[in-house]
């Protein structure tokens, strides 16, 4: 009996996904290829930290609640809350995700694993440990994201999981891992288990800033939305959301101090987002590792404000608006204006206390497509000469930035503040750059840190064809294709395989952050969103984490990124997200057979 079931496990096939699973690619992993069964009930022994508490935590499969009650969210700080939800969420990954991988397995091979009782290797315990004290997860510093994750067997019938991080966010990540190792069979018990026993992975990023922004002013998306986003980026280790919530078209950000701003300058008064709601977002994220950071973008891209406050904007909404914005409607703010002043003045003491009390420390002043040619209109410029444009800019900017410093936050211009006008701006400011490659090497010429995502290769938003209403005059120019500016769309391909660090030298490698995709939201909004950023934005995860090269310096093949990609996605998906796809079934099926 015992030889017979011995043979059954021998003679598995296992698949092709024993290449790997977890996306982003670890740093290092061995997988082995034996399986392993995750028992109905698991439980989660968690120490946190030399100063923490241990804690177990039982979950049972057909209940999926924790069978004891569970200590008060209010005794534990940051770190412990982090873990505990992420164990929370992980065991129902691992019980409810359900994923039967039958389209990384060629047809009619036998390659699913059989449950046999008998012989099963169960596991049973998930260890879990953070080993050093919680840094200051607002302070302008990486904070150690590195785990390491075994699953090993204790003897013949029994395995275990370690998860070690020296932060909760390196726990975190190891447990979002772990919820990647595993399949369903396609019993009906779904029977779950791990077919890489014994697992050795030892990960941590190669950047320390992974991030997407999200344009919620030109189309607004519901908090809900916007939580959903968050749960998906953290899967995909992605650490930040950039929120750009303020724009032109709209003002959906409510100010306590100024109810009118987001009362005229919103779409709809359904479109606001309110205090609560900001706080929501924030700790909502902070537990899944990600932080945000908020734009407001400023002197340009500021019209919607003109819907409250008329006398702080230039050249409002004027028509034609070309030569003068770049897109409609045009409007900034007066550069050199007391009352523009008073209002930042303002604006900053209403918001930016609270989002340090969210624990933020980066704020996002913009300073994109600041258009010198509308300053003639501006009556404390009067002139579209930059040798009048640029001092008055470059005091606006500094005072911005001055007062965002004075708040106690890292503030971040977009690339033309240093680029295009030549400013000069605190050494402390991180430059985000998005026109070029080449913009990313200017900017640490100057010795600030940046942050890259070019859009010729990281916009979500390019390809689908031109949005604004084309005249008569200019319809031969642009019919049949109607393209847009930055088309085609960037597939999955051209956002991993681009070289983001071109011509940047070695000494100064260290002011590259990273990067982030960008979803502008022009013809975008919380419908279609899923299949917009994902699994694209998964690509560029994987360039933060992992980077896009082997150890010998070449891309990644596709051979090894396509079907890691399309699992990810089928993993997606598994959980709710609306994904597009990577390839068909019948390619992945038959790896190799689908090459040009
Ligand atoms: C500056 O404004 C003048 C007058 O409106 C215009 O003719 C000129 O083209 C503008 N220059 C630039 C660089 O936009
Ligand atoms: C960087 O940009 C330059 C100029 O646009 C281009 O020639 C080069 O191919 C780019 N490099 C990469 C890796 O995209």
């Not at 929370?88 to 389209?103: G, I």
């Not at 009556?379 to 640029?390: F, K, L, R």
């Not at 503040?417 to 701006?425: A, I, K």
């Not at 500016?485 to 660090?501: T, V």
């Amino acid at each position: 009996m015992v030889r017979f079931n011995l043979l059954i496990i021998a003679t598995v096939a296992i698949s092709p996904i024993a290449t790997a699973s977890v996306w982003p690619l670890p740093k290092e992993q061995s997988l082995g290829t034996q399986v392993a069964w995750l028992d109905s009930r698991v439980k989660f022994k968690v120490n946190y930290g030399p100063a923490g508490n241990s804690h177990t935590y039982k979950y049972a499969r057909d209940t999926l609640t924790s069978r004891i009650t569970r200590r008060k969210t209010s005794k534990k700080g940051l770190a412990e809350t982090r873990i505990d939800a992420a164990i929370d969420r992980v065991k129902t990954f691992l019980y409810n995700d359900n994923l039967v991988p039958w389209m990384f397995n060629r047809k009619g091979t036998d390659w699913q694993p059989r449950y046999d009782k008998k012989t099963a290797i169960t596991i049973k315990t998930v260890s879990v440990t953070q080993t050093d004290a919680e840094p200051d997860n607002s302070k302008d510093e990486p904070i150690d994201e590195s785990y390491t994750l075994t699953i090993d067997k204790i003897n013949d019938r029994e395995a275990k999981v370690e998860i070690v991080g020296k932060t909760s966010v390196g726990v975190l990540h190891g447990l979002t891992s772990l919820s990647q190792l595993f399949y369903a069979d396609d019993t009906p018990k779904k029977n779950i288990y791990t077919p890489y026993l014994p697992v050795s992975i030892e990960d941590s990023p190669r950047f320390p800033h992974r991030g997407l922004n999200l344009d919620v002013a030109r189309s607004f998306y519901p908090v809900n939305k916007i939580k959903s986003l968050i749960d998906v980026l953290s899967w995909n280790k992605m650490n930040t959301l950039h929120i750009h919530i303020t724009e032109s078209q709209s003002w959906p950000l409510e100010i306590k101090s100024m109810p009118d701003l987001a009362a005229k300058g919103a779409y709809t008064k359904d479109q606001i987002y309110s205090i609560r709601d900001i706080n929501d977002i924030y700790s909502y994220a902070a537990l899944r590792g990600i932080k945000i950071i908020m734009e407001i973008d400023m002197p340009g891209h500021t019209a919607s404000i003109a819907y409250s406050r008329p006398e702080l904007i230039a050249n409002f909404n004027r028509q034609p608006w070309v030569g003068y914005c770049a897109q409609p409607p045009c409007g900034q703010f007066k550069l050199d204006s007391p009352a523009v002043d008073k209002f930042i003045e303002d604006l900053f003491d209403d918001l930016l206390p609270r989002l340090k009390a969210s624990g933020a420390g980066y704020f996002h002043a913009g300073g994109d497509e600041y258009n010198s040619n509308s300053a003639q209109f501006d009556e404390t410029v009067g002139s579209n000469e930059s040798s009048i444009v640029v001092p008055k800019l470059n005091r606006f900017v500094n005072k911005v930035h001055q007062e965002i410093l004075d708040a106690g936050f890292t503030p971040i211009a977009w690339e033309e503040m240093v680029l295009e006008y030549p400013l000069t701006l605190d050494p402390r400011v991180i430059i985000q750059a998005w026109i070029d490659n080449e913009s990313v090497k200017k900017v640490v010429d100057k010795g600030h840190r940046v942050i890259f995502g070019n859009y010729k290769n990281w916009y979500l938003d390019c390809g689908f064809g031109f949005w604004l209403d084309v005249t008569p005059q200019n319809f031969n120019q642009l019919a049949p294709a109607f393209t847009d500016y930055c088309s085609p769309m960037k597939n999955w391909k051209a956002i991993y395989y681009y070289d983001a660090l071109d011509g940047i030298p070695e000494d100064k490698l260290h002011l590259v952050l990273g990067g982030e995709v960008h979803m502008w939201s022009e013809q975008v909004d919380g419908q279609i969103l899923d299949a917009r950023v994902w699994p694209r934005a998964s690509a560029a995860a994987e360039v933060l984490w992992s980077w896009n090269r082997d150890e010998s310096g070449e891309y990644r093949t596709q051979l090894s990124v396509t079907p890691r990609l399309a699992l990810m996605r089928e993993r997606m998906v598994a959980r709710g997200v609306q994904a597009s796809l990577v390839t068909q079934g019948w390619c992945l099926q038959n790896p190799g057979d689908c090459q040009y």
